[in-house]
């Protein structure tokens, strides 16, 4: 792991240790999920698997150098004599001179030669190889090993904006349940004050008990609505501390939430500029790109190959740098006839290049819908906060006015009642409307790739 994920961990391990003495503002929440969340170590992980593939291709372009020892002993009159041979210890005798000296016969079989007995040879080796032409092979295996690093990057990109959304979501349905919450007790409170109000009317006989009964109803309706909007608020907060890497039972208190600004282009530019920059996109792009590569890694085996070979050899019956040797080599090999292996090989990879391309076509249109979608979402939660926040005004009003006429004695207390629960609703679908404009408007710019920290 790279020394500066450590400290972001010892950082964030510090923000949580401070939750309980401070609240959390959404910039902080975010840090500490960007420090924490398992999907970016392993992102991280896949961007050094990609350099690592892109060194060990690259390095296929220097010179490969081993060295060896091996021992061996045999009494195979070949081996025998070519030990002889390697060790520079060869004589006459070991051809049968002395026999046929003596004898003077040609066809007498020479026991030297024919069996020589057990024979040892140790022999150490140094050898250099590089490639010279290897039919563009080494080259597409590069530029698809950086395909793969580059799709990578893309794609550590595109984690990384996809948890600040989710980030985003989850303090944002924190702060939206809170705020029905506190909508909830406001109508709590009016509720047990409209019940104890029906309680003494209803006992100086003034209000029949229906009445009385009607305002515990409308009390126990908004209980419950209370009762579920904490509920929401809970889980939002456990899924903000999940995505942070916080324990459930961990205190953790935030700040109030900030709206992300306005789009400020039209939803054509939006989907050109999604097109454009949008990283899990740009990460299939690399890929695509990259398979290129591999087609041409496929067709070099239809190309020759040509290389050098440099060796150094010593050997001796024991272990030591004698009776030294070389060999230097150029080496061609080119495979005249695989049988149809190579264009099969060939064929898989331009078809996987043929699917990868399709599945891109098919992300650019998804992705263009998904934008215009979001956008329309996004200016019809606008539209639709406008005219909500002006229904809050009047049902505001209306609910004045109708108290004012039940004081009067002029309206039943369940006029007061519907007038009440009238205005909550209006506060409650205000608060629905701007929770998704902030949340369509978070779509667009993550859709556009352009969701950053700094924009929180």
Not at 167 to 196: L, M
Not at 406 to 428: C, D, M, P, R, Y
Request: aromatic residues 6%.
């Amino acid at each position: 792991m790279k020394p500066w994920l450590s400290w972001i961990g010892i950082m964030a391990l510090g923000i949580v240790q401070t939750a309980q003495a401070e609240k959390l503002d959404l910039r902080q929440c975010i840090a500490q999920a960007l420090a924490q969340n398992p999907s970016l170590m392993a992102s991280a992980s896949r961007i050094e698997q990609a350099q690592a593939a892109i060194d060990r291709s690259k390095s296929s372009y220097l010179p490969k150098i081993s060295t060896s020892i091996t021992a061996s002993r045999s009494n195979d009159p070949l081996n025998v004599f070519g030990m002889k041979l390697m060790q520079q210890n060869a004589s006459f005798n070991d051809f049968g001179a002395a026999d046929f000296l003596q004898n003077q016969n040609p066809a007498q079989k020479p026991d030297n030669l024919n069996k020589p007995g057990d024979y040892s040879n140790i022999n150490t080796r140094i050898q250099a190889e590089m490639p010279i032409y290897t039919g563009g092979q080494i080259d597409a295996y590069v530029r698809q090993a950086q395909g793969f690093l580059a799709a990578a990057q893309a794609g550590d990109v595109a984690a990384r904006q996809q948890l600040m959304f989710m980030v985003f979501q989850a303090y944002e349905g924190v702060n939206t349940a809170g705020a029905f919450v506190e909508v909830a007790e406001q109508g709590v409170k009016a509720a047990q004050s409209f019940v104890k109000t029906a309680e003494n009317l209803t006992n100086q006989g003034v209000m029949v008990k229906s009445e009385l009964l009607t305002a515990k109803v409308h009390l126990a309706n908004v209980e419950v609505q209370r009762a579920q909007a904490q509920n929401q608020q809970a889980v939002a907060l456990e899924q903000l501390k999940v995505l942070m890497g916080m324990a459930l039972d961990t205190p953790l208190t935030l700040a109030q939430g900030r709206a992300i600004a306005d789009i400020a282009v039209d939803v054509t530019s939006a989907k050109q500029r999604a097109l454009a920059n949008n990283p899990q996109l740009r990460a299939l792009r690399m890929q695509t790109e990259s398979s290129g590569a591999a087609v041409d890694a496929a067709k070099s085996a239809y190309l020759p190959t040509v290389g050098v070979m440099a060796r150094q050899d010593w050997n001796d019956t024991s272990v030591a740098l004698n009776h030294s040797s070389y060999t230097i080599a150029g080496v061609m090999n080119w495979t005249i006839t695989d049988f149809g292996a190579t264009r099969a090989s060939v064929d898989m990879a331009r078809s996987s290049q043929a699917e990868l391309a399709a599945q891109l076509r098919q992300q650019e249109q998804e992705l263009s819908f998904k934008v215009s979608e979001a956008y329309k979402k996004m200016t019809e939660a606008k539209q639709r906060a406008q005219s909500l926040a002006i229904n809050v005004e009047q049902a505001d009003e209306a609910q004045r006015l109708v108290r004012q006429r039940h004081e009067g004695g002029v309206a039943t207390i369940t006029e007061v009642l519907v007038s009440e629960t009238q205005l909550l609703k209006a506060k409650a679908d205000l608060i629905s409307a701007r929770h998704e404009v902030s949340t369509q408007s978070a779509l667009v710019r993550l859709l556009m790739g352009e969701l950053e920290e700094t924009l929180f």
